[in-house]
């Protein structure tokens, strides 16, 4: 039985191996909390700097995804770009193509037309000669056969544009127009009519206006037009309209009778595809009373009047050549519309619309 001690104030009895085996106890775990808390630490900081490590790793993968999506985006602009320039150049491609036909296209019209040149510039020195001869006359006649002349020359015109159409000089006295125009295509399909009133007077006269509408009515004419020496107060233009009767001056008939023609039988032509929805005649007001109309011939005559001059200022040193290009001139701007009118008139829709007489309209 070991030996036991008793406390003096408590009188409490322990064995003193209880003390050394307390102390003992304490100790231990006064080193066992230590190691502990050392662990712990230790264990807070490596956790720690794996945290730090992961937050670094984390901005590293966040500027790598930023540094693809920018070199995405680059690459997707520059895709789009070479896209654009692809289709640029494509339609270029297409434009080009596309003028190389309008010029073939025109060429071949042109090749058509050159065997007629021989006639019509025989026609064009006899008509040439009758006017000459007709103006030295008129300078020696009174007013009245001076305006006789004008007229005859606006005939003679319109029969040597025109041979395929049915001109007529209306009879002194009968109620009427100066010259009624047939609008015919070669194979004598009729497409519209045309009324003409030549004047030759120092001043214009609203009272021909009405005049030549009332006689429209009564000849059931789709176009009416005055040629006169002198255009209404304020119109400095060669062409206007007034109520929708074509005022002109004589240098404009030939481009200006080839446009009206023209049209004419393009409404014949459209009244075959759309016969149901309106009549020719409506069509015909509502195209040739039209601000597009008036325009486009406003800038085909002022391509002619240029064309023209230029041949105008050549006369002098090569009057010959002077008579081959007036005759050109005036053959191109009728025949090439007219021509193709016709085939239009026959083929119908069927037959593509050539831009290269709308392009040398504007």
């Not at 230590?34 to 901005?59: F, M, P, S, W």
Request: proline share 3%.
């Amino acid at each position: 039985m070991p030996n036991l001690v008793t406390c003096p104030s408590c009188g409490h009895s322990f064995s003193p191996d209880d003390i050394l085996t307390h102390e003992i106890e304490v100790e231990l775990r006064g080193k066992i909390e230590a190691e502990l808390k050392e662990k712990a630490v230790k264990a807070a900081r490596t956790e720690l700097i794996d945290k730090e490590n992961q937050i670094k790793e984390l901005k590293e993968k966040a500027r790598v995804a930023e540094e693809a999506e920018l070199k995405l985006r680059k690459e997707k602009r520059e895709i789009e770009e070479a896209r654009e320039r692809f289709e640029l150049e494509k339609t270029r491609a297409l434009d080009a193509e596309r003028q190389k036909i309008r010029e073939d296209a025109e060429k071949a019209i042109l090749e058509k037309e050159k065997y007629k040149i021989d006639e019509y510039e025989k026609k064009l020195r006899d008509m040439q000669s009758a006017l000459v001869e007709a103006q030295r006359k008129g300078s020696q006649t009174s007013q009245q056969l001076q305006g006789e002349v004008q007229e005859l020359d606006l005939e003679n015109t319109l029969r040597r544009l025109y041979p395929y159409d049915e001109i007529g000089e209306v009879k002194k006295g009968e109620n009427g127009a100066d010259i009624r125009q047939v609008v015919k295509t070669d194979k004598g399909t009729i497409c519209g009519k045309i009324l003409w009133e030549s004047k030759r007077t120092k001043s214009f006269s609203e009272s021909w206006v009405s005049k030549l509408k009332e006689d429209m009515r009564r000849d059931t004419a789709h176009i009416g037009v005055i040629v006169t020496q002198a255009m209404p107060t304020g119109v400095t233009d060669l062409i206007t309209q007034i109520q929708g009767i074509w005022i002109t001056v004589p240098e404009a008939i030939t481009p200006l009778a080839a446009l009206l023609r023209k049209n004419l039988i393009d409404v014949a032509r459209e009244r075959h595809v759309a016969a149901h929805k309106q009549t020719t005649a409506e069509s015909l007001y509502d195209y040739v009373t039209s601000s597009v109309f008036i325009q486009n011939v406003e800038r085909m005559l002022r391509v002619y009047l240029d064309m023209k001059a230029t041949i105008a200022k050549e006369a002098a040193s090569a009057e010959r050549s002077f008579k081959a290009r007036n005759m050109q001139v005036d053959i191109l701007i009728s025949g090439i519309s007219g021509i193709y009118g016709d085939m239009q008139g026959i083929a119908g829709s069927s037959l593509p619309s050539l831009p290269l007489l709308e392009d040398k309209q504007p």
